[in-house]
């Protein structure tokens, strides 16, 4: 098929929904969780909005804001260059990124049963396979998205499930980092969670393995995705271009996935 007829399929198939457009993102809006780190180092600070004019004598026939947040705020898309393993890469920022690398096929891996009996449970290269055994082989180039069932957790404490040891939120096992990234060649990884690592990761060996090991291997993250649930294990396609933020580490993002 030509190119051109694959993109009048495509459109032909949105328009009559027989490709579904789901939305992946969390509302941006001062109450957005964000990730609290321990206490010795800065921490994020909440979205802001501030009202510029609302048809009134400040600009009579408009209404607009201006907004204030982290690079790392809500649904929000991490880069390379965010970690200090990822430093040196070329084109490893927000703005310098390959376009291409924003679109990839979606595996969808559901642990929400495993995470259920324990908030910290974590993503093993064993689950991995075993997913693989029923859905086939993760392709180069996707984005793998851990449904954990977190995004249901609409209370912010809930989310945080912040504890006297830290938050307790599911994760990636360190040793799975670097089977996706080098043995599978993923795009990224996306997770439901208010970052893509474990809410314990920051006692891991590796502290942080899946921003040390992924950004270290030239990969993406997604963080406080919504809606997982409504894509099937494979066969969706994730689009996900952060705001082109000069030398940016990550940024907010509207996430959405093409569903058959
Ligand atoms: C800064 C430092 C450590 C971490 C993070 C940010 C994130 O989770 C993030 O949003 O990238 S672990
Ligand atoms: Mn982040």
Known sequence: MSGVDILTSLTAAMASGTIKVVDLTQPLEPKTPVLQLPPEYVQNPPFELHNLSEYDERGPAWYWNWFKCGEHTGTHFDAPIHFVTGKDYENNATDTIPVEKFIGPACVLDAVAEVEKDPDFLITIEFVEE????NGRIPAGAWVLFRSGWSKRLDPEEFQNMKEDGAHTPG???????FLAEQRDVLGAGVET????????FGFDPAFPCHVLMHGA????LASLTNLDQLPATGAIVIAPPLKIVRGSGSPLRVLALVP
């Open 131 to 134: 997913w693989e055994k029923q």
């Open 172 to 178: 990636w096992h360190p040793d799975v980092i670097p």
């Open 194 to 201: 208010v970052g893509t690592d474990a809410g314990q990761a």
């Open 218 to 221: 030239n990969k993406f993250g």
